[in-house]
Structure formats: C-alpha cells, structure tokens
C-alpha cells in the first residue's frame, strides 16, 4: 500500500511551523541515516510505501513529542486542517453544503486521493458518521488513529464537532476499520 507524497508535504508543513525549519532538516538528516530511503526527495506526487510514513510518524514521536504515539491522532488532524482548509490543497471536497453529501460522498473520495490501497465506505444516519475500510493489509493501531483522526478534523472543518469511536480495528485483529462519528451541538 502507498500513500501520496502530499501526506508528508502538509506533515512537513506543519512540523516546520512549529518547529523550524532548521530542526526539520535536522530531523530529517538523522532520519536518512536510519533509512537510506529517505536521503531522496518526496514530492507531493511521489508515492510512499505506507511503512515509510509509519517510520516517519514513529521517529517523530519520539524526536519532537517524546514517545509519544498518541500523537497520530493529532498528525491525522494537522493534516485535515492543512489539506483540507480553504487555502489547502483539497479544499475543493468541502464545497458541499449537505452534511449526508460530504460524509458518503466526500469523506470515500479522500480517501482514495491519498491511499492506493483499502475502500473507504461511507453512511450518515442518525446524527452519526460511519467511516469503513477494507482491503488494507496494514496492521498498525497508530496508523488507524492517524486515519480517524484525519476524519475527526474534516467534519470538523465542515462544520461539525463530533465525538469519535473506534468500532472495529485491523490492528486488533477484526477484518476492517469501522469508526463512527456521532455528531455533537456546537
């Protein structure tokens, strides 16, 4: 499975911001001493065998958040927000104004300008966002909150504040990702 270079453009982005650009380059030095793979350049269009961004998200837990892996939620929403705002690269999926258009139209179609692999299903009912995906052969619980986390912030961006659950997870051994976002008052 690969993921589109855009993913560590914004993560680049967003790291630089809050931590310089000089500590980023440093980051990123030591990180291609660890893996030769990262001594090339990553382009938005290049395609990321998606155990090289887990390296990436790995190593920077522990470089800039002291091992903290909980972070993925928070890469996964850093992303969203640089991506997905009006100045973002894929603003263009938030033009809908209908709450049930974006999540089962918009939310799969993310998923798929990102990943090359997995099906991202999509339903809104209830006042609750169900998010599915299958096909996928990474067994990474971090990578899963990355993915919800993405998710969390897109609705949020759209308007919509949401409490998110994990439903069924790969990495514990279910044969799909199933979050739901139950959509809060703002």
């Not at 998010?131 to 971090?142: A, D, E, P, S, V």
């Not at 790969?170 to 044969?175: L, N, P, R, V």
């Amino acid at each position: 499975m690969n993921v589109k270079g855009t993913f560590y453009v914004v993560t680049k982005t967003a790291m630089t911001a809050g931590f310089g650009e000089e500590r980023w380059n440093s980051f990123m030095t030591k990180l291609a001493e660890k893996d030769n793979y990262f001594s090339k350049m990553i382009m938005a269009i290049t395609l990321i065998p998606v155990e090289k961004l887990i390296i990436i998200f790995d190593e920077m837990c522990k470089e800039f958040f002291n091992s903290d892996y909980n972070q993925y939620m928070m890469f996964g929403k850093v992303g969203a927000k640089y991506a997905l705002s009006p100045e973002g690269t894929y603003k263009s999926y938030m033009l809908t104004k209908d709450i049930k258009q974006f999540v089962e139209s918009s939310m799969p179609k993310i998923w798929s300008i990102y990943f090359d692999e997995g099906k991202a299903t999509t339903r809104f009912e209830n006042n609750v966002a169900h998010l599915k995906i299958t096909g996928l052969q990474i067994k990474n619980l971090y990578f899963e909150h990355l993915v919800m986390g993405y998710f969390q912030q897109a609705l949020k961006i759209f308007g919509k504040k949401t409490v998110a659950k994990r439903v069924r997870s790969i990495s514990s051994g279910d044969d799909d990702i199933y979050f739901q976002y139950e959509l809060k008052d703002s």
